[in-house]
C-alpha cells in the first residue's frame, strides 16, 4: 500500500503578498521577520548590487536568518522581486486639485523618473502583467487622475496613460544603459561623445542616408551643454508635443 501523502499547503501568489492576504507564516515564525523587513533588505540589496546579486540567502545572510526562515514568508525569489518592484516605487505624491492637468502630467512624469533613478534595478524587470500591487495601482491612479474629465472618452484615457507609462519606463531604461557606457569603458562621456560624433561623420553618407546625413552637417551630433547620452530633452520634448496633440485632439471635438 502506498503510505498517504501529506498535503503541501497552498502557496500565497505575488498579489496576495502585496495586498496582505497571506502576510504570516504557517509555521514556527522566529521573533523579528516579517514580509515587510524581507522586503526591505531585500531593496538594500538590490540596490547595491542589482537584480543579479539578489537571492534569498543574501536576504538570509544580511538578516543573520537562514534561507528556510525566509521561505515561511515568501515562496521564492520571483515572488519577492514582485513584492520588492511594488514595494520600491512607494505611493505617488497626492495631487492638489488645483494644478493643470499637463503639469499634473509632467510632474508625474519626472516623479517615476525620480523612482527610477533610485531603483534603477526596476528597470530589469519584465512587466508580464498589468498593475496589480497597491502601489502599482496608486500610480496609475494618479495619472488616471490627471486625465481624466479633459475630454476624453474612458477608453482614450487608458490608451494615453499606458502610452506615456510605457514610453516613460523605456526611456528611463535607455538612459540608464547609456549612462553605463563610461562606467564600464571607463572613457570619459565627453570623450565617448566627441568619439560619437567623428564616427557619425565618417559613417553617414548622403547616398544611403540623406536625412541623417543634413544631421550630422548641421552639426547635430557635435559635443554640447547637453551630455550626449542624456534622454531627458528627448523625453521633454516629446512628452509635450504628445500633450498639445492631445489639446488639439480634445479641442477639434469641440469637448
Same mark, same amino acid.
Given at each position: ?51 543579479? *546579486? ?96 479633459? *475630454? ?104
Amino acid at each position: 500500500m502506498t503510505p498517504e501523502r501529506k498535503a503541501r499547503a497552498p502557496q500565497p501568489t505575488s498579489v496576495e503578498l502585496l495586498w496582505g492576504a497571506k502576510n504570516k507564516p504557517t509555521r514556527g515564525p522566529r521573533p523579528g521577520l516579517s514580509l515587510e523587513i524581507i522586503a526591505a533588505t531585500a531593496i538594500e540589496i538590490a540596490d547595491e548590487v542589482g537584480l543579479e *546579486g539578489l537571492s534569498m540567502q543574501a536576504v538570509a545572510s544580511r538578516l543573520d536568518y537562514t534561507a528556510m526562515s525566509l521561505y515561511r514568508y515568501v515562496p521564492g525569489k520571483e515572488q519577492l522581486v514582485d513584492v520588492i518592484y511594488d514595494t520600491a516605487l512607494g505611493l505617488p505624491r497626492p495631487a492638489t486639485g488645483s494644478e493643470d492637468w499637463r503639469a499634473g502630467v509632467h510632474g508625474w512624469v519626472w516623479a517615476m523618473l525620480g523612482v527610477y533613478k533610485e531603483h534603477p534595478w526596476l528597470l530589469r524587470i519584465t512587466t508580464n502583467s498589468p498593475p496589480l500591487g497597491p502601489n502599482q495601482l496608486a500610480w496609475f491612479e494618479a495619472l488616471l487622475h490627471h486625465v481624466s474629465g479633459i *475630454g476624453l472618452d474612458e477608453e482614450e484615457v487608458v490608451h494615453l496613460v499606458i502610452f506615456v507609462t510605457c514610453a516613460v519606463r523605456d526611456l528611463a531604461r535607455t538612459s540608464s544603459d547609456l549612462a553605463q557606457g563610461p562606467q564600464q569603458s571607463g572613457v570619459p562621456v565627453e570623450e565617448m561623445a566627441q568619439e560619437y560624433a567623428l564616427a557619425m561623420k565618417h559613417l553617414v553618407g548622403e547616398d544611403h542616408f540623406p536625412a541623417l546625413s543634413k544631421m550630422v552637417a548641421a552639426g547635430t551630433f557635435e559635443p554640447d551643454e547637453t551630455q550626449y547620452n542624456d534622454i531627458m530633452p528627448s523625453l521633454e520634448f516629446g512628452l509635450q508635443r504628445l500633450l498639445d496633440g492631445v489639446d488639439g485632439y480634445i479641442s477639434a471635438r469641440g469637448r
